[in-house]
């Protein structure tokens, strides 16, 4: 599913995104539309990304996954050039070579939550704003949290 530029800002403040030290993401990724993956029955989620012609962009900039997990990410270039996707996975990155008109798939594992970055390496793709953000919602496990007292929030 994604999201229009107005329901944008209803959307982040809706997942809690708008808040400290979530704010960043809201910034950085100014432009853009915001997806959210699907659950499916086994406890996958699924999500589509697509590179719209003549946009250097993917869309969405910005999916949104409930809880950590595996993925399956299904993505689309439409557009007349050729592009890459740097994907982050758990110990290791997954790297999709998409030329024009093609597609791809790639199967993630984000098993914490926090925000992991994406791009397309090729040419200067990244330098033209071709950076995306997966970000897995969800509290960390208690085994994986630090031994110190609870610091103040603004």
């Not at 209803?10 to 699907?38: C, F, P, S, Y």
């Not at 996958?44 to 409930?66: N, S």
């Not at 050729?82 to 999709?96: E, I, Q, V, W, Y």
Request: glycine fraction near 12%; charge should be negative.
């Amino acid at each position: 599913m994604t999201t229009t530029s107005r329901d944008r800002a209803n959307l982040l403040h809706d997942l809690g995104l708008d808040e400290q030290n979530k704010a960043a993401i809201g910034r950085m990724l100014g432009t853009g539309n915001i997806g959210e993956a699907v659950e499916q029955p086994d406890g996958r989620m699924t999500a589509t990304i697509r590179i719209q012609p003549d946009e250097i962009a993917w869309d969405p900039a910005i999916l949104v996954v409930p809880h950590g997990g595996d993925i399956e990410l299904e993505i689309i270039n439409d557009d007349r050039n050729t592009h890459c996707a740097l994907l982050p996975s758990n110990g290791d990155r997954k790297f999709l070579w998409l030329v024009n008109h093609s597609k791809g798939r790639a199967f993630l594992n984000l098993d914490g939550p926090g925000c992991y970055w994406y791009s397309s390496p090729t040419g200067n793709d990244e330098g033209r704003g071709m950076t995306g953000a997966i970000v897995v919602l969800g509290d960390v496990p208690p085994e994986a949290r630090l031994d110190r007292p609870d610091q103040p929030r603004p």
